[in-house]
């Protein structure tokens, strides 16, 4: 199994999901040749909960790595002792497992202390000062890293604001992309002698740091895209209105409006030519697979743990507001002897879990809010919810939501602050607020009301706001009133 993965990834910059002006056709071969997941999201937007729940199966509130440690907020850091991860179970099957690149889960234990080989690159960005990197550099006589021409915006305070893009002063080769690659391909080429020597299977998962912000990329990436053929995206058009207000505030943080539409337009160009270098990189990799002779033998996953806003809704980054921008993955997934298809189900990150595991002949019951896809990808008939839930908890400050999606609506409840619901059908930039909208008063009842099941039933304990506090219905519920331990069922 060869598992591709990168950070903060919005589909909408891959030729497969129907961007024609970035250049991505090693991921778009990819998706042609195997199961593109049109509707596959992240159970978080934020880097360390989703990657620990790609590793044990389970939705943060699980897991309960809650927030990146750079960011904590008084979470737990790293996951409890005797947690299920699924590299175990691989190890168990007889697999070798490796990873190259992100890891970003804890602090106190890295990959290799859930069984991955390869260098410890720990972070949120590219680690440019690690010993191995620098080896790398030095070996091939190529230079270290240098920007310029750096794009802030301005704090609300008035001081620099955080830095979004910059020029990259080395050949492609000197990339940490370009890194992370060729070290993939060395783990691979072991792999695969040891694969023909001894038929021992491998696990190997490459994971970019990019196009995670800020974007350091060489010219000729910075400037791959023109600006003038960017569109900025419709919600730029946001007005707050009506919404939570902790969203102008994030906007006001990220200074988007302290920018021009010109800059607007470089950032989100500069932003598709990083996913073209990740592109080219990856096509690497994949070459490598083909000349080794294990294209025919090898399952290739490739999915990020979250979007990015890059301008949307006036904001970067990602943060305490549910829109597809961040919680929309790409999801790809090719096994030799399966035809190409696509499919349009609700797919979740935590899916690949069980997908590795049942690939790998594996139980894949311990990884509990996990289903595998390989029925959607054979094309069985399955018995699939139209319905996922997602969740955040907070990211420079606590901050709790949860989001039904199902069908073509989203309900997003705030405690503290305003609920969210958004017809994606008639308004897939999500500027309009529909909660207290009269004329889908029955869709917002029946929506919260399911949420409010869905999250009982998983033993998520963010119902017991909603038990006081949204339309429930007439529904049994714990009393909220009741000392702890107390289960007894009374009517709200």
Known sequence: MLFLMTDQHRVDTLGAYGNQL????????????????????TPTAICTPARASLLTGQQPFRHKLLANQERNVGYNEDLAPGTFTFPQALLDAGYACGLIGKWHIGTER????????????????????????????????LPPVVTSGEIRGTYPNGGPGNLLAARLQQPVEATFEAYLATRAIEMLRGYADRYTRTGRPFFLELSFFGPHLPYLLPDEYFDLIDPAQVQLPGSVAETFEGKPTVQREYSAHWAYDTLSSDQSRKLIAIYWGYVALIDAQIGRVLDALNDLGLADHTAVFFTADHGEFTGAHRL?????????????????????????????????LTDFTATILDLAGADTSAAVDSRTLLPLVRGDHVDWSDEIVCEFHGHHFPYAQRMLRTGDSKLVVNPGSINELYDLASDPDELH???????VAELRDRLVQRLYTLLRARG???YHWMTSMDPIGDQATLNPSRAPGETTETRA
């Open 22 to 41: 970035v250049p991505t056709p090693n991921l778009d071969r990819l998706a042609a040749t195997g199961t593109l997941f049109r509707r596959s999201y």
């Open 110 to 141: 890295n990959a290799a202390s859930y069984g991955f080989e390869g260098p410890d690159l720990p972070g949120w960005h590219n680690p440019v000062d690690h010993e191995d990197y620098q080896a790398y550099l030095a070996e091939r006589g």
């Open 316 to 348: 970067h980054d990602k943060g305490p507001a549910m829109y597809e921008d961040i919680y929309r993955i790409p999801g790809i997934l090719r096994v030799p002897g399966e035809e190409p298809t696509t499919r349009d189900e609700l797919v979740l």
């Open 433 to 439: 607020n529909r909660y207290h909208d009269p004329a």
């Open 460 to 462: 998520d304990k963010f």
